[in-house]
C-alpha cells in the first residue's frame, strides 16, 4: 500500500488529474448551457405549426437521439474538417476541445429539445387561456408566462443531464482532449499499470456525480416547497 501511495498518489499525479477532472466539467458546463439554447430552439420548432420548423426540428431531434454519441464526436472530428477542406480547398483543423463541445453540445440539444418541449406541453391550458385573455402575443406569452413555468420543471432534468454530460465528456479521450478518463490513461502509460490510476479517475467521478445529484435532490426539495 505505502508503495502503491508513494507511485501514483503522488501530488503532480493528483493535480493534473484534478485539473483534468475541471476540463470535463467546464466542457460540460459549456456543452449544457449551449445545449439548452438549442433546445429552445428545437423546442420551438417541434410545437410549432409552421411544417418546415416542425419538420427540421424532428429531423435534428431524432437524428441525434437515433446515433451513437461516439460516431457524432467522431463525424465532427473527420468528417467536417474533410468536407470543409473539399469545399474550400484549404485544411480545416479546428481544436479537440472545441469539437468536443460542439459534439456534445448538439447531442445535449436534441435531448434538452425534448425536455422543453414536454415541459412547455405540461403548462396548464387555463395558463395559455388567461394569456391570450390579456392581449399578449405569442413571444410575450412564451417569455412572460409559459417559459417560466417550463424551466422550473425542466431544471432537475438538466442536472442529470449535467452529470450525462460529465460522464459522456470521457468519450471525448478518443480525440485527443485530456479530460479526466485520459488523465488516467496517460499515467497509466508512464507508470505501466492502468488499474490504480483508472480506480482513481472512478474515485473522482462518483465524488462529482454524487455531489451533483445531491444537489439536484435539495433543488427538487426546495422546489417542491415552494409550490
Request: charged share 15%; net charge positive; proline share 4%.
Amino acid at each position: 500500500m505505502e508503495i502503491l501511495l508513494e507511485k501514483y498518489l503522488t501530488m503532480d499525479n493528483i493535480l493534473f488529474m484534478l485539473k483534468a477532472a475541471g476540463v470535463s466539467v467546464g466542457i460540460a458546463a459549456l456543452a449544457l448551457t449551449l445545449g439548452l439554447c438549442l433546445g429552445i430552439l428545437g423546442a420551438a420548432g417541434r410545437i410549432s405549426k409552421n411544417k418546415l420548423a416542425h419538420g427540421l426540428a424532428t429531423f435534428y431531434v431524432e437524428t441525434i437521439r437515433g446515433t451513437p454519441m461516439m460516431l457524432q464526436i467522431l463525424f465532427f472530428y473527420l468528417g467536417v474538417p474533410s468536407i470543409v477542406r473539399s469545399i474550400t480547398g484549404t485544411p480545416f483543423n479546428p481544436s479537440v476541445y472545441l469539437i468536443g463541445i460542439v459534439a456534445l453540445s448538439i447531442n445535449s440539444g436534441a435531448y434538452t429539445t425534448e425536455l422543453i418541449r414536454s415541459a412547455i406541453q405540461a403548462v396548464d391550458n387555463g395558463q395559455w387561456e388567461a394569456s391570450r385573455t390579456l392581449g399578449l402575443g405569442y413571444g410575450q406569452m412564451m417569455r412572460f408566462i409559459i417559459l417560466p413555468q417550463a424551466f422550473k420543471r425542466i431544471i432537475p432534468p438538466l442536472v442529470s443531464e449535467f452529470i450525462t454530460l460529465i460522464k459522456d465528456s470521457s468519450l471525448l479521450s478518443t480525440i485527443g482532449v485530456v479530460e479526466l478518463l485520459q488523465s488516467a490513461k496517460t499515467i497509466g502509460t508512464y507508470t505501466y499499470n492502468y488499474v490504480p490510476p483508472l480506480l482513481m479517475a472512478s474515485v473522482v467521478y462518483l465524488v462529482l456525480t454524487l455531489t451533483i445529484s445531491r444537489f439536484s435532490s435539495k433543488l427538487e426539495e426546495r422546489m417542491a416547497l415552494s409550490d
